[in-house]
Each structure stands twice: as structure tokens, then as C-alpha cells.
């Protein structure tokens, strides 16, 4: 369970990972010829931590990622300097997956709980950001819908048609009032035939396009007039329900607007505080680059 901030405390952007044809990890093991060794305060942070910590950073080539890894790794032991000055005991905390953090993850934590302040969003801020960003945060359109699927026996047009006369058959049944879960229990080739045809919960795009543009020119309860040919088979489909996407008001993502800037406002916070340990730190072998300490 590392510390995130370890990840987030630099500023240059992350390359696309190099994978190459067999997908595997970025070759930073190899230690580039011209790459310093790197310390902290006189600690040598060891080349094979820096190859193993190399795996958990994407970069477009060994050298990249070992530089991304050296910056973690000396972040790492600028925390643990400080939480060893403070005299801090380890107490390792679980995640949600009952993971438990080692010692040095917990004194990371630690030291970043007990000495960067938590900065706590105000209404204003909160609302600034809601009235800048309102299409943001709204309820998307969604739908549900029915369908009967009549798959071809066969290949051919013959077979086809055949699908197609049986699903132009069921129309006229359920427009003369026949149920259209018992037609779709009793003749779908759809997995969906025990749920009577019943498709659930859809945004625009999970369906393919001539069904979507089919369904969308019903109203809610009503059924297609004509079968919908997909590479799947015909269709007869049935709109049941449909609401527009709509603003949520302030007042629901109001927790999340609040939750995000405090998080934001925390890594800033965050990156500052690393950024005077490392300016009171001698640090060899690496330029560590976290930003404005402002």
C-alpha cells in the first residue's frame, strides 16, 4: 500500500509505457553508464531498490523509469528522515482488501497526517466550482428496453427472411394484445428470453446504432412497427422507459466537489512540505524537481 504521493509529488508529465512485442515490463533494470549513484543525507538509496521500484512506472524507456523510481525512492526516505526525527512508531493501517501497510508505508503515512495541514473547501469555493462546470455534473440520459431477437437458421437471404416473417408475426400478435414478455420467453434467441426480452438500464452507445435510432423515435411503452436487422438477427423492439439527462442540483454533488478540492488541496500541500525537506536535505545523484514550495 504506497503512500500515493510518492507517485503524484512530480510535476513532469508520464510517458507511454514501453512494452514492446512481448508486453512486458520497462527494461529499467539496466543501469544506465552515466547514471550517478543517489543519496539522501549520506544514505545511498541502492541501485537494485531503484530497478524494482523502476516496475512501477510507466516511462518510455529504462532511463526514464529509473529516474522516475530514484525521485520516489529519495521522496521515501526524505518522510522516513523526518518521521524518525519525530520519533514516530510505526502503526500500519488496512485498506478496504484487508491489506495491512508495512512499517515504513505507515511512517509515510504518519508523517504526512501529523505535520501537512488538511485544508477544508469552502462553500464559496464549492459553489465557484459547481457554476464553472455545471454540465459536468449531471445525471446522464438513460433508457430501458425490450427486444425479441430472430436469428437466421442458416445462412442465405432464404433463412433471412425466414427469421424475418416470424418476427413481422410477432408484431402483429402483440399489436393484437399478446404479451411481449411471453412472446420473447417463448421465441427470443437472445440470452435475455428468460428475463422476457428485458434489456435493462442503457446510455446512447451500448446498443448497436440502428437499434438505438429505432427505439429513441418511440415513446415509452411502445413497440417498434417493423423488425430491426442487426448481424444478429431481426428485432422487435420495445421502448419502456426514457429520461432525458438533467443538471443535478448543487445540493447532490456538493460532498464530491468538496471531497475533490480537499484531496487536491492535500497533494499540493503535500508536494510543498517534500519540497522543504528536500531544500533543507543534501541530495546527490538526482535533481529533485517538486514544484513551487509557494
Request: aromatic share 6%; glycine share 6%.
Amino acid at each position: 500500500m504506497k503512500h500515493t504521493l510518492i507517485h503524484t509529488a512530480q510535476n513532469e508529465p508520464q510517458a507511454e509505457a514501453f512494452s514492446g512485442c512481448s508486453h512486458g515490463p520497462v527494461p529499467a533494470a539496466r543501469r544506465p553508464a552515466n547514471a550517478p549513484p543517489v543519496f539522501v543525507n549520506g544514505i545511498a538509496i541502492p541501485e537494485t531498490a531503484i530497478a524494482q521500484e523502476a516496475q512501477n512506472h510507466d516511462a518510455a524507456s529504462g532511463p526514464e523509469a529509473r529516474a522516475a523510481a530514484a525521485r520516489a525512492l529519495v521522496i521515501r526516505e526524505l518522510l522516513l528522515l523526518r518521521a524518525r526525527a519525530l520519533a514516530l512508531e510505526p502503526t500500519p493501517a488496512r485498506d478496504a482488501q484487508g491489506r495491512e501497510e508495512t512499517d515504513e508505508e505507515a511512517l509515510v503515512r504518519q508523517v504526512l497526517e501529523l505535520e501537512v495541514a488538511s485544508v477544508e473547501p469552502s462553500d464559496v469555493e464549492c459553489r465557484r466550482v459547481y457554476e464553472g462546470a455545471a454540465s459536468q455534473f449531471a445525471a446522464p440520459e438513460l433508457y430501458e428496453a425490450s427486444h425479441i431477437l430472430f436469428a437466421p437458421e442458416q445462412e442465405g437471404e432464404a433463412a433471412w427472411g425466414a427469421a424475418y416473417e416470424r418476427a413481422a408475426a410477432a408484431i402483429r400478435a402483440i399489436d393484437a394484445g399478446e404479451p411481449f414478455a411471453e412472446w420473447a420467453r417463448a421465441c427470443s434467441a437472445c440470452p435475455t428470453a428468460e428475463q422476457g426480452g428485458a434489456l435493462g438500464q442503457l446510455q446512447r452507445g451500448d446498443l448497436a446504432d440502428d437499434l438505438e435510432r429505432a427505439l429513441m423515435s418511440l415513446e415509452p411503452g411502445q413497440f417498434g412497427p417493423n423488425p430491426i436487422r442487426t448481424r444478429h438477427g431481426w428485432h422487435v423492439i420495445r421502448l419502456d422507459q426514457h429520461s432525458a439527462a438533467k443538471a443535478l442540483p448543487f445540493e447532490i454533488v456538493e460532498a464530491f466537489i468538496k471531497r475533490s478540492l480537499r484531496t487536491r488541496a492535500w497533494a499540493a500541500s503535500s508536494a510543498r512540505y517534500v519540497a522543504a525537506l528536500a531544500a533543507s536535505a543534501q541530495i546527490e545523484g538526482l535533481s529533485l524537481s517538486l514544484g513551487s514550495k509557494a
